[in-house]
């Protein structure tokens, strides 16, 4: 990841939304430093991608050029390719995983939690093999475990569950991730 292209990105959707804000102001907002900021104005300047213009009080104003408006909306689709691919890439480590997983257990439990990794994870379940997936129980809470020595999986950290003992082996996901 270009993170000198991402902090472009963050001050190009800065000014696009507030072409009032000084440099300070994109630097909050964007959590960039001011000298950050400085500089990556000036070289986007020089780019032709924004224009400075003058305005009373001794402020400038920045617009984006039409040419600084193409910029970023390349930036955008390859911003959302990245993280698309990214979370391709988590969702087939985590269909692998479960997978190796069923390989040594005859059945699993899988903690769930209705947020974006729950998604993921039922997205990675859905695409397993039909006796994978009835190998598989969603559950969410401990009490729902009802076969002592299935697994559990979970994917929050580890220092999240304190010192609870439980009857189930706990798998941490997150710990089977590369």
Same mark, same amino acid.
């Given at each position: 990841?270009?993170i ?36 990556l ?53 985590? $269909? ?57 999986? $979970? ?14 082996p ?6 089977k991730?590369?």
């Amino acid at each position: 990841m270009n993170i000198s292209y991402d902090k472009e990105y963050l001050i190009l959707s800065q000014i696009e939304s507030n072409p009032d804000a000084t440099q300070r102001d994109i630097s909050r907002h964007t959590g960039l430093s001011l000298g950050s900021v400085n500089l990556l104005l000036k070289k986007m300047t020089k780019e032709g991608l924004i224009k400075i213009e003058s305005i009373p009080a001794h402020r400038v104003a920045y617009m984006l050029t039409p040419k600084g408006m193409v910029e970023k909306a390349n930036k955008t689709v390859s911003y959302i390719k990245r993280h698309y691919n990214a979370i391709t890439q988590t969702k087939e480590h985590i $269909k692998n995983t479960f997978a190796n997983l069923l390989k040594d257990h005859s059945a699993l439990y899988i903690f769930y939690t209705n947020d974006e990794v729950g998604s993921l994870i039922i997205t990675a379940i859905d695409e397993l093999s039909l006796q994978q997936r009835a190998a598989i129980t969603l559950i969410q809470t401990m009490e729902e475990a009802i076969n002592p020595q299935t697994p559990v999986i $979970k994917y929050y950290p580890s220092n999240t569950e304190g010192s609870m003992n439980y009857a189930n082996p706990i798998i941490n996901l997150l710990d089977k991730l590369p």
